[in-house]
T-cell receptor, first 111, second 113 residues
Framework: RKEVEQDPGPFNVPEGATVAFNCTYS??????FFWYRQDCRKEPKLLMS???SGNEDGRFTAQLNRASQYISLLIRDSKLSDSATYLC????????????FGRGTSLIVHP | SQTIHQWPATLVQPVGSPLSLECTVE??????LYWYRQAAGRGLQLLFY??????ISSEVPQNLSASRPQDRQFILSSKKLLLSDSGFYLC????????????FGPGTRLTVT
């Protein structure tokens, strides 16, 4: 079983739609969680950290469910510019703090 | 503010040639540094990480090596490139405290011919 799993998609949605991605992780010692955004042929960029209480940044909401070992990202009112690949990242704070990246979920927002 | 630089941006090299990619970070001290490779259509593969000068840990055995000659400089090298070394090479840094979020450089796109 992969340590961090994401549905690769693509998720193809119209502008204005709400879309949600899930990411599951297998290491119960995981303590830090993030969502990154990667545009085609560009470097990943930190979108938001994910906190136990959940957090919101504008149209983006991230949630953490420790019991079921998954994190989610909700995008409301999708824009064309939201089209990208969204990477889930998990870090265990035991040992070397090496992040584990999911392979990403592709989002395509169309007019 | 912190900035991370990588060069070159693109590189085309023949099989068997050497490689040297450089990454430097500005605006922070004693960062954790990482090298990743992303093959076309694939996820990020961690190659090396470093928690300090001269301290390199390898995640995947291969014909690549890394060095950290200065606090904010990280170099990825190879003596002889293979076709399979083609990919998008990304350098990243993180602070040495929770939550250890990473910040990536712009990357080097390497094509081995």
């Amino acid at each position: 079983r992969k340590e961090v799993e994401q549905d690769p998609g693509p998720f193809n949605v119209p502008e204005g739609a709400t879309v949600a991605f899930n990411c599951t992780y297998s290491n119960s010692a995981s303590q830090s969680f993030f969502w990154y955004r990667q545009d085609c042929r560009k470097e990943p960029k930190l979108l938001m950290s994910v906190y136990s209480s959940g957090n919101e940044d504008g149209r983006f909401t991230a949630q953490l469910n420790r019991a079921s070992q998954y994190i989610s990202l909700l995008i409301r009112d999708s824009k064309l510019s939201d089209s990208a690949t969204y990477l889930c990242v998990v870090i265990s704070l035991l040992g070397s703090y090496i992040p584990t990246f999911g392979r990403g979920t592709s989002l395509i927002v169309h007019p | 503010s912190q900035t991370i630089h990588q060069w070159p941006a693109t590189l085309v090299q023949p099989v068997g040639s050497p490689l040297s990619l450089e990454c430097t970070v500005e605006g922070t001290s004693n960062p954790n540094l990482y090298w990743y490779r992303q093959a076309a259509g694939r996820g990020l593969q961690l190659l090396f990480y470093s928690v300090g000068i001269g301290q390199i840990s390898s995640e995947v055995p291969q014909n690549l090596s890394a060095s950290r000659p200065q606090d904010r400089q990280f170099i990825l090298s190879s003596k002889k490139l293979l076709l399979s070394d083609s990919g998008f090479y990304l350098c990243a840094w993180s602070v040495d405290r929770v939550p250890y979020e990473q910040y990536f450089g712009p990357g080097t796109r390497l094509t081995v011919t």
